[in-house]
């Protein structure tokens, strides 16, 4: 297994949960924990790029889903991916419902903190993933 | 028959995290969906074709799309043809980079101030080749630009499906409810153009249900009922098309 925990955001272009997820995703792997996780871009496991299917087959693998289509862990899952543990938008906001996201270039200030509590929470889980504490879903 | 919706074109960007060109396929289709060619066109979710969008997949088998890639992979061009058709266009970043001479985007989760010049250049392209698109008479049958010649007005109004897709969905009575189908005009007229007919005495041609299920879920037990909706529709279809040949 890697020692970096893989993200996989769904970044949907179309609403402003997929806007979330991305700057959710950005901001485990460049601000809380950039030395024990790595991004791999969607895109490539839909066209079934080798190096982005080694990445999620050989580390353990956090998506995150913007609606109930839930395409992050659905392409993970197919690419041979183990998805030790699936967040969704959706689920973020029902807890914190204080914080509407707006906007899909540019996330309001509600979506910006919602991003911000689910990266927090993708953090905590990381380092029990690194940690062996979390079981595959 | 329900009519066909005005033509639109679709914009798959890759969207890829991992590269600022990435960022700047994103931002450019937005503004071109959201800003500059709102009217003309949808988005298609990437990441949809391969978890079983059948309308983002449908569409992109039916009509025009753009895909954006922000590196030589191609991910959105060749994932849009894998899944469903060959993209009517194909931009590349750096394509756009080397015609403007715009040095190349800086920035993951936030571009710089300087990398909006790419994004603006790219979202004129995107806007550009959707004109081009628009102008030109555009082959549902085989997902391909038929000639440069300026596009016949559509005589119809727009039955499309709720997801927003621009599909022309068409509603059939199955088992006493309405059913809709998406998608199902465009596939009688392929069946048609290649040749296949109603006639009268044969059963509905097995590639119509076949294609009807590429894009729509139909549950288990229900074929039997379907295939008697879709050869009534079929049969219709076929009755139009003859009266428009000899009318």
């Not at chain 1, 967040?87 to 419902?97: E, H, I, M, P, S």
């Not at chain 2, 960007?13 to 969906?33: F, I, Y």
């Not at chain 2, 994004?119 to 030109?136: F, N």
């Not at chain 2, 249900?209 to 894009?215: A, C, D, K």
Request: charged letters at 20%; one cysteine or more.
């Amino acid at each position: 297994m890697s020692k970096r925990v893989i993200i996989v955001p769904c970044s949907g272009i179309g609403k402003t949960y997929g806007t979330v997820t991305r700057e959710a995703a950005y901001q485990v792997a460049e601000e809380l924990r950039p030395e024990t996780t790595a991004i791999v871009p969607l895109s490539l496991l839909v066209l079934g790029d080798e190096g982005a299917r080694a990445a999620v087959q050989g580390a353990q693998v956090i998506t995150m889903d913007g609606c109930s289509l839930a395409c992050a862990t659905l392409n993970v899952r197919q690419a041979g991916g183990a998805v030790a543990k699936d967040f969704t938008v959706l689920d973020a906001f029902r807890r914190n419902k204080a914080l509407k996201p707006r906007g899909i270039s540019e996330l309001n200030e509600g979506g910006q903190a919602l991003a911000r509590v689910l990266a927090d929470e993708i953090a905590q889980t990381t380092d029990e993933l690194i940690a062996g504490g979390v079981d595959h879903a | 028959m329900p009519s066909l919706p005005k033509r639109k074109v679709g914009i798959v960007a890759c969207s890829g995290e991992e590269l600022p060109a990435g960022t700047v396929t994103r931002l450019a289709a937005l503004k071109a969906l959201e800003d500059l060619r709102p009217s003309e066109t949808v988005t298609i979710c990437l990441p949809l074709f391969l978890a079983g969008g059948e309308g983002d997949r449908a569409f992109a088998r039916f009509y025009p799309t753009i895909a954006v890639d922000g590196c030589e992979k191609r991910c959105a061009a060749r994932a849009t043809e894998l899944y469903s058709n060959k993209p009517a266009a194909s931009i590349v970043v750096d394509d756009i980079l080397a015609q403007h001479n715009l040095p190349a985007p800086q920035g993951l989760r936030r571009l710089t101030p300087e990398s909006g010049a790419v994004v603006d250049a790219l979202a004129g392209a995107i806007a550009a080749e959707v004109d081009h698109l628009m102008a030109v008479r555009w082959s549902r049958t085989d997902g391909a630009i038929l000639e440069a010649a300026p596009a016949a007005q559509e005589a119809v109004s727009t039955s499309a499906c709720a997801c927003g897709s621009g599909i022309p969905v068409t509603t059939v009575q199955i088992a006493g409810r309405a059913v809709q189908i998406m998608a199902l005009e465009p596939i009688l007229e392929l069946a048609y153009n290649q040749g296949l007919r109603a006639n009268g005495t044969g059963a509905l041609p097995d590639e119509i249900l076949q294609t009807v299920q590429v894009y729509n879920t139909v549950p288990s037990g229900e074929e039997e009922q379907y295939a008697q909706a879709l050869d009534l529709a079929w049969r219709a279809y076929c009755e139009q098309r003859e009266g428009q040949n000899h009318g």
